[in-house]
């Protein structure tokens, strides 16, 4: 992976065009080292060694950032110390670990910043915290045993960067950082004498976890980057406008018929990309239209490839209110301003 990422950067830096964000269907997994706080109850104040961990997900990105995603994920933590109060002291003789599993529920947005994607995120879900043959003998020779499992809602922060493998559309690097924990979890205990007396209680175990993974993501439909033009005579474009409603990303039944016209003179000339344009007028932010400018265009394309065009041809972009058709003050609804160029090239 480090020498696919050191390959690709230069790659990465150069190309045009690209956006990072996910788009459609993707799979990922993660694998790295996890820490688990320590807990306490009854006296017993419980630590353990770094472990590890995993996570396996399936979700969906919407191209502009925002993505869903379901996750599973595995932790466990060795035993490292047991102590209990005066006098009783460090336990000896320690042993077993803690695990978590369970499934996750999680939000992220993507940055666009060029060759790198850093990501931000949160999730909820369900995780079953299991401590296995957790033990360990006092001074005055009691034996301790926690052992049992119990699930408990989860909640989890994510922060991470992605790295795209230009040479591989769709390839992701990623290395991130987690936070997961857990309500309180029930886990039977049992001190046994060594008369061999036994007393039975319940230990409340925090589950907090922090998480430090590397993996990769995989986003099923990528394409390759537009190609920079061959250095010949470019072929005149041709252009064809479509008009939205204002206020309004889905099309009309006249918008239907031009972006069908672009999609049949596509097939008698010679096209290498067709460029997918969104503006807006002048009405609302300037921050609300940029978005409302990449619906439209994402509107028309997703018309295109239903027409039969291939996707990798088309590159969608949206120009907010930054290239008015007819000039205008602010705030003012000017029905040409509400449009998507198709330009054939």
């Given at each position: 992976l480090l020498a696919a990422t050191l390959l690709s950067l230069p790659m990465a830096a150069n190309a045009q065009g690209w956006d990072p964000r996910v788009q459609g269907v993707y799979i990922g997994a993660g694998f790295g080292a996890n820490f688990l706080q320590g807990t306490s109850d009854r006296g017993l104040d419980v630590n353990f060694e770094w472990g590890y961990a995993g996570v396996l997900s399936v979700g969906y990105g919407f191209g502009n950032g925002l993505r869903l995603e379901l996750e599973g994920?595995?932790?466990?933590?060795?035993?490292?110390?047991?102590?209990?109060?005066?006098?009783?002291?460090?336990?000896?003789?320690?042993g077993g670990n803690a695990s978590s599993y369970g499934a996750m529920f999680n939000v992220l947005y993507d940055f666009n910043l060029g060759p790198v994607a850093p990501y931000v995120g949160g999730g909820i879900g369900y995780q079953i915290h299991?401590?296995?043959s957790v033990r360990g003998v006092a001074a005055n020779g009691n034996r301790l045993l926690l052992d049992g499992d119990e699930g408990n809602f989860a909640y989890q922060l994510i922060a991470g960067v992605g790295l795209p493998i230009q040479a591989v559309p769709g390839l992701v690097l990623t290395a991130e950082y987690r936070f997961m924990g857990t309500l309180g979890h029930d886990i039977n205990g049992t001190v046994t004498t060594p008369a061999g007396a036994v007393t039975r209680a319940t230990f409340e175990a925090d589950n907090f976890n922090h998480s430090i993974m590397f993996g990769v993501?995989?986003?099923?439909?990528?394409?390759?980057?537009?190609?920079a033009p061959a250095?010949?005579?470019?072929?005149?474009?041709?252009?064809?406008?479509?008009?939205?409603?204002?206020?309004?990303?889905?099309?009309?039944?006249?918008?239907?018929?031009?972006?069908?016209?672009?999609?049949?003179?596509?097939?008698?000339?010679?096209?290498?990309?067709?460029?997918v344009n969104g503006h807006t007028d002048t009405s609302g932010s300037a921050r609300y239209n940029q978005g409302l400018s990449e619906r439209r265009a994402a509107a028309v394309a997703a018309e295109l490839v239903r027409l039969g065009v291939p996707r990798n041809e088309i590159v969608t972009r949206g120009f907010g209110q930054t290239q008015l058709l007819v000039p205008t003050p602010d705030n003012v609804r000017e029905p040409q301003n509400r449009r998507v160029e198709i330009i054939l090239r």
């Open positions: 994920s595995y932790r466990q933590n060795d035993v490292d110390a047991i102590k209990g109060a005066a006098p009783v002291g460090r336990l000896n003789r320690v299991n401590y296995d993501r995989y986003n099923f439909g990528r394409t390759a980057a537009p190609a250095a010949v005579a470019p072929a005149p474009a041709r252009t064809f406008l479509v008009f939205f409603d204002w206020n309004r990303a889905d099309l009309t039944a006249r918008a239907r018929q031009i972006i069908a016209e672009a999609a049949q003179a596509r097939t008698t000339q010679q096209v290498t990309r067709i460029e």
